[in-house]
């Protein structure tokens, strides 16, 4: 089966730019995570989504950082503005289910400047 | 601050020796998950273990989950360079179905 795809694999903007990650998750799967990993940590939950409703937003800086997934397919993470600690990889999850395992995509190495 | 506390943090080892990689926490899990992820890439799913007590083997890994369900090692045997990566443990919360991650352990295996 066809693994979870990300785009872009890295980019690199100025702070207060606007960036869009995308993630298309494996066929079927219902759950759809987005992760964010900075240099030497775990990943830690951004957001959670059922199919398309949202299960878990509770880490999320909601002033700078949208999600949404329409359709229950496809998703993506925008951050509006970005500063420097947004500097990460953007790791994107799907599974069957709530918390079976998770496949995860290749990410997203964002560079902010 | 981690939900799931993981150590060593750093271990740099040569090929052929033995290691033991420890997760732990003060919450009880209704299951926990080891991953391994390598530079460039997502993690990769290793193991899932239920049950308190249990004790999961794959090839040279073995994995224990800790009879209260709190803490989990990984034990390696004759590592080998390919082994190399991050080791991460995600704990899976009894109450909301949360899964969380530790910060890893960043294994090097040298030649």
């Known amino acids: 089966e066809a693994g979870v795809a990300q785009s872009p694999r890295y980019k690199i903007i100025e702070k207060r730019q606007s960036v869009a990650f995308w993630c298309n998750p494996i066929s079927g799967h219902a759950t759809l995570y987005w992760y964010q990993q900075i240099l030497g940590q775990g990943p830690k939950l951004l957001i959670q989504?059922?199919?398309?409703?949202?299960?878990?937003d509770s880490q999320l800086p909601k002033d700078r950082f949208s999600a949404e997934r329409l359709k229950g397919v496809d998703s993506t993470l925008k951050i509006q503005p970005a500063k420097l600690e947004d500097s990460a990889v953007y790791l994107c999850?799907?599974?069957?289910?709530?918390?079976?395992?998770?496949?995860f995509g290749n990410g997203t190495r964002l560079t902010v400047t | 601050t981690q939900l799931l506390e993981q150590s060593p943090q750093f271990l740099s080892i040569q090929e052929g020796e033995n290691l033991t990689v420890y997760c732990n926490s003060s919450?009880?899990?209704?299951?926990l998950q080891w991953y391994r992820q390598e530079p460039g890439e997502g993690p990769v799913l290793l193991v899932t273990?239920?049950?308190?007590?249990e004790v999961k083997k794959l090839k040279r890994l073995t994995f224990q989950f800790g009879d209260a369900r709190k803490d989990s090692s990984l034990h390696i045997t004759a590592a080998q360079t390919g082994d190399t990566g991050l080791y991460l443990c995600a704990g899976v919360s009894l109450n909301n179905n949360d899964m969380r991650f530790g910060a890893g352990t960043r294994l090097t295996v040298k030649p």
């Open positions: 999850a799907s599974s069957l289910e709530r918390a079976i395992p998770l496949h």
């Open positions: 273990v239920v049950t308190g007590g």
């Open positions: 919450s009880v899990f209704s299951s």
């Open positions: 989504f059922q199919n398309n409703g949202v299960v878990d």
